[in-house]
């Protein structure tokens, strides 16, 4: 089988004759959220298994009689009984997952600096931003309490951008649920520009629906109550018992819903309709092989690679008879991943357009 490789002639052209600049052009540096408050595990190498499990043991039963005075002969137990706990394994199963890049000896030789070295650097934020589509893709599908635009019945009658009800609704369906909130309340001691916010489950949604979130009244802007209490990166800003973070890979279903003259129609005439999600701790898992994913937001080309991947280099030279002159290197990220609901009462999905901005 064939690999593409890159080389001088086609993907990266040498500098000669062009004036050298000390900074690089900076791809695009997209936020990644969706390992956000996932809660972590990993599998062990060489342990004879590629899947994972969570165990939760649930709520007993409230009590809702009293204990009868012990009368008569003793006994085993006193009489008492006793309940059996209830035991819920979630399981998940392993998959490997990578790419690469084959280079020739000349993408070295003739470039000022290590080209590799920044290759290297563009496998490692690819494999950050793989690992989050692949996040993002478990939420999308395993969150199954939905909530459509306004209350209507299905994408394809969405017309209305995200409010302040879609989001009440989604929140209490997680209390209802007794999920567990990320943080708590927070108040500030310095009463100038600060403003308390209420105990808060996590929400992640499209830059385009974080606009129509900002203008939501009692919305509180993140520049507020950061500095007393722990935000997550990209955090900008609580509403309605959620904090917010927006992502540019957020899931958007192109022209699946009707014309609306107020709302984005990137596609044809018809809305497009944008996934937001709003979920409480311990409602998704992540495990990585012999090392946990990331349990936070990170950014694209962030100075360290991203956990549980690794970064593989082969110099040219490396690899014997198939590279008899020693020309060909080979640059590659591979990572074992598995991502899992783990309670689906505790993440609701919100399927809305957004607002049309002029």
């Given at each position: 089988?064939?690999?593409?490789?890159?080389?001088?002639?086609?993907?990266?052209?040498?500098?000669?004759?062009?004036?050298?600049?000390?900074?690089?052009?900076?791809?695009?540096?997209?936020?990644?959220?969706?390992?956000?408050?996932?809660?972590?595990?990993?599998?062990?190498?060489?342990?004879?298994?590629?899947s994972v499990k969570w165990r939760r043991i649930e709520n007993l039963n409230a009590v809702s009689s009293a204990l009868s005075e012990v009368t008569g002969t003793a006994a085993a137990f006193l009489g008492r009984d006793a309940v059996q706990p209830t035991i819920t394994d979630v399981t998940v199963a392993m998959a490997k997952y990578g790419n690469a890049i084959l280079v020739t000896e000349e993408v070295d030789l003739f470039n000022v600096n290590s080209k590799s070295a920044q290759l290297m650097d563009v496998l490692g934020a690819n494999a950050g931003e793989s690992l989050n589509v692949l996040m993002r893709d478990v939420y999308n599908t395993g969150f199954t309490q939905v909530r459509y635009a306004s209350g209507v019945a299905s994408d394809s009658v969405v017309t209305a951008a995200i409010t302040a009800n879609d989001i009440k609704y989604a929140v209490n369906l997680l209390n209802r649920n007794s999920a567990m909130t990320f943080t708590p309340m927070g108040t500030s001691r310095d009463a100038y520009n600060n403003q308390p916010i209420r105990s808060s489950y996590y929400g992640v949604c499209h830059p385009d629906v974080e606009e129509d979130i900002r203008g939501l009244t009692n919305f509180i802007g993140v520049e507020q109550y950061g500095g007393y209490t722990e935000t997550?990166?990209?955090?900008?800003?609580?509403?309605?018992?959620?904090?917010?973070?927006?992502?540019?890979?957020?899931?958007?279903?192109?022209?699946?819903?009707?014309?609306?003259?107020?709302?984005?129609?990137?596609?044809?005439?018809?809305?497009?309709v944008y996934s937001t999600f709003i979920y409480g701790r311990e409602a998704v898992g992540s495990v990585g092989l012999g090392n946990m994913h990331a349990k936070n937001t990170y950014e694209m080309y962030d100075p360290s690679k991203p956990p549980a991947v690794e970064l593989i280099y082969h110099a040219p030279g490396t690899s014997g008879i198939f590279d008899m002159y020693n020309e060909m290197g080979s640059i590659a990220w591979k990572t074992w991943f598995a991502g899992k609901v783990l309670n689906t009462a505790w993440g609701v999905k919100l399927r809305t357009g957004a607002s049309r901005l002029t």
């Open positions: 089988m064939a690999a593409t490789v890159s080389t001088l002639t086609s993907n990266v052209t040498a500098p000669v004759n062009f004036v050298l600049m000390k900074g690089l052009l900076s791809a695009a540096r997209k936020k990644l959220p969706y390992f956000n408050g996932t809660l972590p595990g990993s599998l062990e190498k060489s342990q004879g298994s590629a997550m990166p990209f955090e900008f800003g609580a509403v309605g018992g959620v904090r917010w973070c927006a992502t540019e890979i957020a899931p958007i279903s192109s022209a699946a819903s009707g014309i609306s003259n107020n709302l984005l129609r990137m596609t044809g005439n018809n809305v497009d």
